[in-house]
């Protein structure tokens, strides 16, 4: 370890130097007896001064060894280096913390309680549930849409291999419909819907309709003995000209809608021959019909659970 000699230390050993050059410490050199006096009196100075000054240079030699000991391999002392404000760097960790030899667990590598994307077989949020089973003979594609919103991009969904159960969920005060997506995953306006509406306190109104379309049949139940739809399939007896087929070949029965093509009214017509009126909405005023023909049998219902199937069309 090297010590720093200070200004004051170097100013101490030149004066103890020019002291000892000047011969002040050998007495005896006075050979009158006043001229011994005198010089024995000088030397008496000369020897307190040089005590002086050799306790002073003893203290600040102390006091470097002292400030050394504190910093050793260096002549200075170095500043602590500490983290500047608002810096998440600490030299020694809070407790509770993950020490840098010990990473973090990552949450993304766990998985999730509900499997989210495209394998997804939970979707939305409410009180308000749907619980539907794919009785059809393929993967189904199940988007929530919610009445003001889009009619192409559902606000939920889920997909549902053959005999699969998923859900989706709605809150008081929400409405709109379920649909399936068509065989290339897009949802069309020409769709099956299952429609619901519950109001503040819970209380819905559900119905199925295929006054657009029919690419599904549906069936709903309460489980306290109301129900709506059919769970027939019908599309593959339908007339050429009542049916269309997407790019998987599967077919959607045309809707009635407002019955202004031949088209819309030979569907129409088709579906009310198999159907009826009464499970499902074919023509948009069949809810002015008689109770026994009336598709609003699920109206007013206080259940909150409802479940369904969605089967070939």
Known sequence: MSTSITPDTQSLIQELMAAMQSGSLSSGTGSATGAGQSS???????????????QELMALLKQGNQEGSTNPGSDTTSP????????????????????????????????????SGTSSTSAGDGPNTTTITNTSNHDEKIGQFLNGDSTTQPTAEIDLKPGQTGTLKYEN???????????????????????????????NNDDVSYIDGRNASI???????????????????????????????????????????????????????????????????????????????????????????????
């Open 173 to 203: 005060g929400q409405g709109g419909y379920d649909a399936e997506a068509d065989s290339s995953g897009n949802f069309q306006s020409t769709a099956s819907r299952l429609e619901f509406y519950a109001d503040a306190k819970g209380v």
């Open 219 to 313: 069936k709903v139940s309460d489980g306290n003995g109301k129900t709506a739809g059919d769970s027939q399939s019908i599309a593959n007896n339908a007339p050429s000209d009542a049916i269309t087929k997407d790019a998987g070949g599967r077919a959607t029965v045309t809707g009635w809608y407002d019955g202004s093509t031949q088209d819309m009214k030979d569907g129409g017509a088709y579906m009310e021959s198999k159907l009826g009126t009464g499970n499902a909405y074919i023509h948009p005023d069949d809810d002015r019909n008689t109770t026994s023909s009336n598709p609003m049998t699920m109206a007013q219902d206080t259940s909150q659970h409802y479940t369904a199937d969605f089967g070939d069309a």
């Open 40 to 54: 024995g009196t000088q030397n008496s100075q000369e020897e307190a001064k040089l005590a002086e000054v050799f």
């Open 80 to 115: 602590a280096i500490s983290p500047a404000a608002g810096s998440s760097a600490s030299a020694t960790p809070a407790a509770g913390s993950t020490s840098p030899t010990t990473p973090a667990s990552n949450d993304a590598s766990s998985p999730a309680a509900t499997t």
